[in-house]
């Protein structure tokens, strides 16, 4: 066995021990190449006029069932968006269908404060501002500089311009600050988005993201006000940075609220009231919970 086969073999093992041999194999299919997608910035056009443009630029494109906004454009590359003045003026983003869903899930209102944990590079930090039509309080936090730089480009670029950014650690966030609603979309293993493409995951790397998204969830439920509700998610279908870490972490005032919708989105089994997506030829693999605290 070569190295590459070694490092997808750790992986493979994870994934049996989770879900069993067969299944395993079918996560293992999901594995492809996907086509491109993306979302119109509602905050510079509508849904219907990202579409026109989008066709008056040559593109031709399907819709997704759940959500307006968001497009599949099979066939076409993303350096060809790259380059026109939609995707240079802020007017579309390029994000995969799955990482749309966790902004959905929270459903963003107006005045609300909103604390999106781990920013960068801020498609769902976009995305937030978007559904509530730029009128939501958000804060942005991203602990990685460079990363950083590259969230405030994408939110001056997208015209999120209610929205703070903080270069910070958010483990080290003041706890005089509290949130009507937090997103945490925690760094993890990327177990679900591979492609095709060897994998670099073993159950040491898992360990360690697991314990910083324990870590950083202790820390979103204490800065979430009471009755406050905060989504976790992560682009890793492992039980132990998903599930596991809402058994070790979630406090008894803390529930899981059902996520309901989203009906035709291929999904792994996963614990009541979550949602676990598998990866598909479409869909990235994805976790998320939402979770109320009383
Ligand atoms: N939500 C982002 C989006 O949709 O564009 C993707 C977030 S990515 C999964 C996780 C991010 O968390 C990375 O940019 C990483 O640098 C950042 N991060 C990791 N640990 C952090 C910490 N302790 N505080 C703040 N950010 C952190």
Same mark, same amino acid.
């Given at each position: ?92 983003? @390029?994000?995969?269908?799955? =990482?749309?869903?966790?902004? *959905?899930?929270? &459903? /963003?209102?107006? !005045?609300?404060?909103?604390? $999106? ?55 080290? @966030?003041?706890?005089?600050? =509290?949130?009507?609603?937090? *997103?945490?979309? &925690? /760094?993890?293993? !990327?177990?679900?988005?591979? $492609? ?69 989105? /291929? ?28």
């Amino acid at each position: 066995m070569d190295r590459e086969d070694q490092v997808n073999e750790a992986l493979k093992e994870l994934l049996c021990s989770d879900y069993g041999e067969a299944a395993a194999e079918k996560i293992w299919e999901g594995y492809v190449p996907r086509p491109v997608t993306l979302r119109v910035n509602t905050l510079k056009l509508s849904a219907e006029e990202g579409k026109s443009a989008l066709l008056e630029a040559g593109f031709s494109f399907e819709s997704v069932p759940w959500y307006a906004s968001a497009l599949i454009l099979r066939g076409t590359r993303e350096e060809e968006l790259r380059r026109t003045p939609l995707y240079e003026e802020g007017k579309i983003y @390029l994000q995969s269908l799955s =990482s749309m869903l966790p902004p *959905l899930c929270l &459903a /963003p209102k107006t !005045g609300e404060s909103i604390l $999106d944990m781990t920013a960068a590079p801020g498609g769902k930090t976009t995305e937030l501002a978007a559904l509530s039509e730029g009128k939501a309080l958000i804060t942005a936090c991203e602990r990685d500089r460079t990363r950083f730089e590259r969230l405030k480009f994408n939110l001056a670029r997208q015209g999120a311009g209610r929205v703070t950014a903080l270069c910070a650690d958010a483990l080290t @966030l003041d706890e005089h600050f =509290s949130f009507d609603k937090i *997103l945490l979309d &925690a /760094p993890c293993s !990327g177990s679900g988005t591979a $492609d095709g493409r060897p994998l670099r995951i073993d159950s040491a790397y898992v360990e360690r993201c697991a314990r910083l998204q324990e870590n950083l969830l202790k820390k979103a439920l204490r800065l979430l006000k009471k009755g406050g509700t905060m989504l976790y998610s992560t682009c890793s279908v492992l039980k132990r940075e998903d599930e596991q870490v809402l058994k070790n972490v979630l406090p008894p005032n803390v529930r899981i609220e059902p996520i309901e919708g989203f009906e035709g989105i /291929p999904r792994l089994p996963s614990m009541e009231g979550t949602v676990c997506v598998a990866p598909t030829q479409l869909y990235e693999g994805f976790f998320l919970a939402k979770l109320k605290k009383e």
